[in-house]
């Protein structure tokens, strides 16, 4: 089934490697996914940009954090992760730093983002916070899955995300779907 998946990455670093993942499927002509089409809102102004992320985020099932070097640290990847646990959508994270970029170099792995937020026990968002401040928190990355290949050439890590994007995107939205939204 085709889902309407939001992907979020940070573009600067990540594009080339980011649009191998968003035309999975489309050279057997079964594109997997619509595109959200960040290309054109992200140069225009805060509040453009929050408008637009939300209005996408109200038409998708799933986000899916691409996962490069510096993508935790990226603010508009905090608020989509955010944005979507408060709106009920899966999220999972894919790691891509061991994609070629379009110079053919791989990248170094960066960190869980999902480590950074909490929620409570009832499954509440509470915030950005790497560390639970007691123990009626939880932190999020104990429920958002990630993916990273086991494999280390770019194709066939590449192969392996074609692989298993489909279950990992169906499995987060039925992990996010037992917690109260």
């Given amino acids: 089934m085709k889902r309407q998946v939001f992907f979020s990455f940070h573009f600067g670093n990540d594009v080339w490697r980011v649009g191998q993942i968003r035309n999975i499927g ?4 079964q594109e997997l996914f619509s ?3 960040w290309e054109k809102v992200r140069l225009k102004n805060d509040s453009a940009i929050k408008a637009w992320i939300d209005k996408e985020l109200d038409m998708r099932s799933c986000v899916v954090v691409l996962i490069g ?3 935790a ?3 508009w990847v ?3 992760i955010e944005q979507a646990w408060k709106r009920g959508k899966g999220i999972v994270g894919v790691y891509i730093n061991k994609l070629k ?3 053919g ?7 869980n983002p999902f480590k950074q937020f909490c929620i409570d026990k ?3 968002y509470i915030g950005l916070n790497e560390e639970p401040a007691d123990a009626n928190e939880v932190n999020l990355a104990t429920v958002c899955r990630t993916f990273d290949s086991i494999y280390q050439s770019s194709e066939l890590v590449y192969d392996d995300i074609k692989e298993n994007i489909e279950s990992l995107i169906e499995e987060a939205i039925a992990i996010r779907n037992k917690y109260p939204k």
């Fill in 26 to 29: 489309t050279i057997e002509g």
């Fill in 35 to 37: 595109d959200n089409g």
């Fill in 69 to 71: 070097s510096e993508t």
């Fill in 73 to 75: 640290s990226r603010r």
């Fill in 78 to 80: 905090q608020y989509e």
């Fill in 101 to 103: 970029n379009s110079k």
């Fill in 105 to 111: 170099e791989q990248d170094s792995k960066g960190r």
């Fill in 122 to 124: 009832t499954f509440n």
